[in-house]
Nanobody, 126 residues
Framework: QLQLVESGGGLVQPGGSLRLSCAAS????????VGWFRQVPGKEREGISC????????SYADSVKGRFTISRDKANNTVYLRMNSLKPEDTAVYYC???????????????????WGQGTQVTVSS
């Protein structure tokens, strides 16, 4: 099974930036679309962004559109989520996910996620 390792979370002030990384140890990473969910206590996991297998297609939830950018480094089997203009409401645990197609993330079909990262906490607070 594909193993995903996340890094890059932390504490940041409102308006600040962070970059999350999701790395896989196998070239099989290329056979998946990859994206990010986030979750706050008491709420459902929310799909916020996805990038296609080839990297040519990206999608974003309205809540992050224009502020977050997803990208893919195929040579290093890594997907990044650059988060700018962070708001307190962006505070959550962020999970990387490997999926067969991006629609799994954009429609919140959690049961169809092939592999999950361990999660990384992002806290936006002054």
């Amino acid at each position: 099974q594909l193993q995903l390792v996340e890094s890059g979370g932390g504490l940041v002030q409102p308006g600040g930036s962070l970059r999350l990384s999701c790395a896989a140890s196998t070239f099989l990473f290329d056979t998946y679309a990859v994206g990010w969910f986030r979750q706050v206590p008491g709420k459902e996991r929310e799909g916020i962004s996805c990038i296609t297998r080839g990297g040519g297609g990206v999608s974003y939830a309205d809540s992050v559109k224009g502020r977050f950018t997803i990208s893919r480094d195929k040579a290093n089997n890594t997907v990044y989520l650059r988060m700018n203009s962070l708001k307190p409401e962006d505070t959550a645990v962020y999970y990387c996910a490997a999926v067969p197609i991006c629609m799994v993330i954009t429609s919140g079909q959690i049961h169809r996620v092939s592999s999950w990262g361990q999660g990384t906490q992002v806290t936006v607070s002054s």
